[in-house]
Structure formats: structure tokens, C-alpha cells
T-cell receptor
Framework: SQTIHQWPATLVQPVGSPLSLECTVE??????LYWYRQAAGRGLQLLFY??????ISSEVPQNLSASRPQDRQFILSSKKLLLSDSGFYLC??????????FGNGTRLTVT | GDSVTQMEGPVTLSEEAFLTINCTYT??????LFWYVQYPGEGLQLLLK?????DKGSNKGFEATYRKETTSFHLEKGSVQVSDSAVYFC?????????????FGTGTRLTVIP
């Protein structure tokens, strides 16, 4: 079965510092991969999705970027964090015909 | 456009109370419908799903019936427990190609008190 690994679980970073969150997938090949953000008091917001290596689509303009250097690796990055980047970030993936599987999330606090 | 509208929370219930969380959808095609649950500090997990009209998804005592006539997929449980405290997300998936065919509601936070 499909498993999404995401780390770190929590992260506290100062404003202006860089960010790199990593997500890897087990149990399926050529998955569609997603980064979601869940801000306090709000629902899930799709940030990026990827249908293959090097293929990234952005849903909302923002201070973040994503990359997919390998089939089962999806990275969320920022060059300079803003206070508004604080939130709970979830990586998710789905293989053909299967429902979305989520990682355990990363709680990011920008101070 | 395609979307999911979910009952706003938070919802607070006593243990053994009956739960309903409303979810309605708008879709141009024939979607599959899902309920995901997010326990404190964790990612989302699939709770149940239904892929066509009149299907009933069920898991862990939760049920939801795909109602095409009312475009709804309300989540119900007859007797909630403290361990059911979580955020519940209704979601819609369209049977089209492409990665951006998943839509989530805003989530409903449920707190069950002993």
C-alpha cells in the first residue's frame, strides 16, 4: 500500500530564512503528488501539484516553490520565509485509481 | 465551477450523541465523494468513500450516502466517542485526467466531550 513520508514534523524558522520540506512516497510509481497548506482556522489549500518528474503546477501565487527531482520525491521550498507562511503543510499522493494518501504533516512556525 | 460546501464548525457533542456533518457539492460530471479525517497532529486519512449515486460509504461507525438528487454526502454517526474528536473534510474527485481534480471542503472540527 501507498505510504507518504514527510519531515520534519515541526519546524520553527525566523522570518527571512530559507525553507525546505521533503516528501517521499512508497508503494506506488509515477504518483501524482500534492502540497497542501492548512492555515489556522482555514481549510485545506492546494499549493502545488505534480504529475511527473520536473512537472510542477502552482495553484496560488505565493512565496513558495516546489520541485520534483525524482519520481517519488516532492520538495517544498522558500528562499525567504514570511510570517504568513506559518501553517500546517501536508504532502499527499495518489496512484492511478487510488484515493489520496497524506503524510503526517509539518507544522511550520515563522517567528 | 466544481466545489464542495461543508458545514462550518466547530461542533461540540457529548459522548454517545448523534452526529451529522453536512456536505453538498457542485460538479459538472459524476464525481466520487470522500470523507477524510484529521486527528490532532496528524495528516489526513481516508474515512470512507462512495463512487456513484446511492452508494453508501461506511467505516468505524460512520456512514455517508451519495445523494445525487440533493447533491449531498452528509456524514453521520449514531453514537460518537471522545476518540472521534478530529477535523472532518468532505472531498470530491472528478473522473477526469489530470492532477487537479480533487476538491476539499474547508473542514469541520468535531470535539466530543465525556
Amino acid at each position: 500500500s501507498q505510504t507518504i513520508h514527510q519531515w520534519p514534523a515541526t519546524l520553527v524558522q525566523p522570518v527571512g530564512s530559507p525553507l525546505s520540506l521533503e516528501c517521499t512516497v512508497e508503494g506506488t510509481s509515477n504518483p501524482n503528488l500534492y502540497w497542501y497548506r492548512q492555515a489556522a482556522g482555514r481549510g485545506l489549500q492546494l499549493l502545488f501539484y505534480s504529475v511527473g518528474i520536473g512537472q510542477i503546477s502552482s495553484e496560488v501565487p505565493q512565496n513558495l516553490s516546489a520541485s520534483r527531482p525524482q519520481d517519488r520525491q516532492f520538495i517544498l521550498s522558500s528562499k525567504k520565509l514570511l510570517l504568513s507562511d506559518s501553517g500546517f503543510y501536508l504532502c499527499a499522493g495518489t496512484g492511478f485509481g487510488s484515493p489520496l494518501h497524506f503524510g503526517n504533516g509539518t507544522r511550520l512556525t515563522v517567528t | 465551477g466544481d466545489s464542495v460546501t461543508q458545514m462550518e464548525g466547530p461542533v461540540t457533542l457529548s459522548e454517545e450523541a448523534f452526529l451529522t456533518i453536512n456536505c453538498t457539492y457542485t460538479a459538472t460530471g459524476y464525481p466520487s465523494l470522500f470523507w477524510y479525517v484529521q486527528y490532532p497532529g496528524e495528516g489526513l486519512q481516508l474515512l470512507l468513500k462512495a463512487t456513484k449515486a446511492d452508494d453508501k460509504g461506511s467505516n468505524k461507525g460512520f456512514e455517508a450516502t451519495y445523494r445525487k438528487e440533493t447533491t449531498s454526502f452528509h456524514l453521520e454517526k449514531g453514537s460518537v466517542q471522545v476518540s472521534d474528536s478530529a477535523v472532518y473534510f468532505c472531498a470530491l474527485s472528478l473522473p477526469a485526467t489530470g492532477a487537479n481534480n480533487l476538491f476539499f471542503g474547508t473542514g469541520t472540527r468535531l470535539t466530543v466531550i465525556p
